[in-house]
T-cell receptor
Framework: DQQVKQNSPSLSVQEGRISILNCDYTNSMFDYFLWYKKYPAEGPTFLISISSIKDKNEDGRFTVFLNKSAKHLSLHIVPSQPGDSAVYFC??????????FGDGTTLTVKP | NAGVTQTPKFQVLKTGQSMTLQCAQDMNHNSMYWYRQDPGMGLRLIYYSASEGTTDKGEVPNGYNVSRLNKREFSLRLESAAPSQTSVYFCASMAAEATNEKLFFGSGTQLSVL
């Protein structure tokens, strides 16, 4: 049973527009959520995180929203830039636990 | 700063061969992890080491062994490689597992088992 799901394998947006990447989880014990970004032939790099006590966290062009009742989080990128084209992984962890990753969403930002 | 360094970057093995993937971090992190990523899938945890001297199984440990050589180094060994172990392997570290912090990843090892 996959505990973290990213149901959209790919997303294509125009430069300057908003990108919205979605993630659903099933385990109510998860209390910390992270987004990682991965370019080809590189390891994932941390992008942004949110604790379950919050419903929003913002860092520059990146905002993560958490809806605990729906067990859903989303990553908003505004405005999207061609350099944002990458694979985005959602991850969830329990307190003092290991992260469980989704399968990733490939974002393509077209100039 | 090097961060997390993995060697080798690429490796081709024949079924039944053995090899060790090396990983070292220079951030004085306590916790280290080995993940594998198969095409179209997320990262799955193979083994982890919460602190020097300890190792534990993750989600997919079968066919692998690990050694936490010291605080800096965490190696992954395939004793008898199988085609199902063809994957990209990532080593990662975290300051301390007791805190909810981000993982720092190496650049990966692409392994093909023929």
């Amino acid at each position: 049973d996959q505990q973290v799901k990213q149901n959209s394998p790919s997303l294509s947006v125009q430069e300057g527009r908003i990108s919205i990447l979605n993630c659903d989880y099933t385990n109510s014990m998860f209390d910390y959520f992270l987004w990682y970004k991965k370019y080809p032939a590189e390891g994932p790099t941390f992008l942004i995180s949110i604790s379950s006590i919050k419903d929003k966290n913002e860092d520059g062009r990146f905002t993560v929203f958490l809806n605990k009742s729906a067990k859903h989080l989303s990553l908003h990128i505004v405005p999207s830039q061609p350099g944002d084209s990458a694979v985005y992984f959602c991850a969830a962890s329990k307190k003092a636990g290991k992260s469980t990753f989704g399968d990733g969403t490939t974002l393509t930002v077209k100039p | 700063n090097a961060g997390v360094t993995q060697t080798p970057k690429f490796q081709v093995l024949k079924t039944g061969q053995s090899m060790t993937l090396q990983c070292a971090q220079d951030m004085n992190h306590n916790s280290m992890y080995w993940y594998r990523q198969d095409p179209g899938m997320g990262l799955r945890l193979i083994y982890y080491s919460a602190s020097e001297g300890t190792t534990d199984k993750g989600e997919v440990p079968n066919g692998y062994n690990v050694s936490r050589l010291n605080k800096r180094e965490f190696s992954l060994r395939l004793e008898s490689a199988a085609p199902s172990q063809t994957s990209v392997y990532f080593c990662a570290s975290m300051a301390a597992e007791a805190t909810n912090e981000k993982l720092f990843f190496g650049s990966g090892t692409q392994l093909s088992v023929l």
